[in-house]
């Protein structure tokens, strides 16, 4: 049974901080990792893909890699209330047709 | 373009009625998905389809059907209704290369009383 796991939250952070965003997946053989953003009654919005050990950078986003440890994380710098959403982990395990297994989301809200 | 479109919006369904999610998209994505959502859950993978005429299982199946005729058109077809479907519906495409992002659309949020 192939799995990703997420703390659901909520996540609290003050304006301005860092938030921290972790997911463990169980399929060892998984190769590439996304993080969407869905704001409350929308649909989910692809912000970020990782498909190497370490980091990657864009903007204030930050996701890490650790396929030892499987385990994806998603940081968040300079948080802004409109960061507040819910974000879902997705791992695309093996086969070729691409298909992803999603987290639950961590639900983060940012206070102004 | 328009991207993913979804119909309808919401709808109410009665125990045992039927009802088809029509999806379409404009990106001429070979890869299709449908998804349901439930209240604190991620998205459950319930068929896709890698091109007309091609369709598969996902991970829920159970009372659903689909069809691809067309690249641009993937409906879900419910039959007999039951309050277990209750759930919000998100249709996604993506293109050819394994990596290309899923877009979604704007999802179903269907009742079943």
């Known amino acids: 049974q192939k799995e990703v796991e997420q703390n659901s939250g909520p996540l609290s952070v003050p304006e301005g901080a860092i938030a921290s965003l972790n997911c463990t997946y169980s399929?060892?053989?998984?190769?590439?990792f996304f993080w969407y953003r869905q704001y409350s009654g929308k649909s989910p919005e692809l912000i970020m893909s990782?498909?190497?050990?370490g980091d990657k950078e864009d903007g204030r986003f930050t996701a890490q890699l650790n396929k030892a440890s499987q385990y994806v994380s998603l940081l968040i710098r300079d948080s802004q209330p409109s960061d507040s959403a819910t974000y879902l982990c997705?791992?695309?395990?093996?086969?070729?047709?691409?298909?992803?297994?999603f987290g639950k989301g961590t639900k983060l809200s940012v206070k102004p | 373009n328009a991207g993913v479109t979804q119909t309808p919006k919401f709808r109410i369904l009665k125990i045992g009625q039927s009802m088809t999610l029509q999806c379409t998209q404009d990106?001429?994505?070979?890869?299709m998905y449908w998804y349901r959502q439930d209240p604190g859950m991620g998205l459950k993978l319930i068929y896709y389809s890698v091109g007309a005429g091609i369709t598969d299982k996902g991970e829920v199946p159970n009372g659903y059907n689909v069809s691809r005729s067309t690249t641009e058109d993937f409906p879900l077809r419910l039959e007999l209704a039951a309050p277990s479907q209750t759930s919000v519906y998100f249709c996604?495409?993506?293109?050819?290369?394994?990596?290309?992002?899923?877009?979604f659309g704007p999802g179903t949020r269907l009742t079943v009383l």
């Open positions: 996604a495409s993506r293109g050819q290369v394994l990596n290309n992002e899923q877009f």
């Open positions: 990782i498909y190497s050990n």
């Open positions: 399929d060892r053989g998984s190769q590439s």
């Open positions: 997705a791992v695309r395990y093996g086969g070729s047709q691409g298909n992803l297994i």
């Open positions: 990106m001429n994505h070979n890869y």
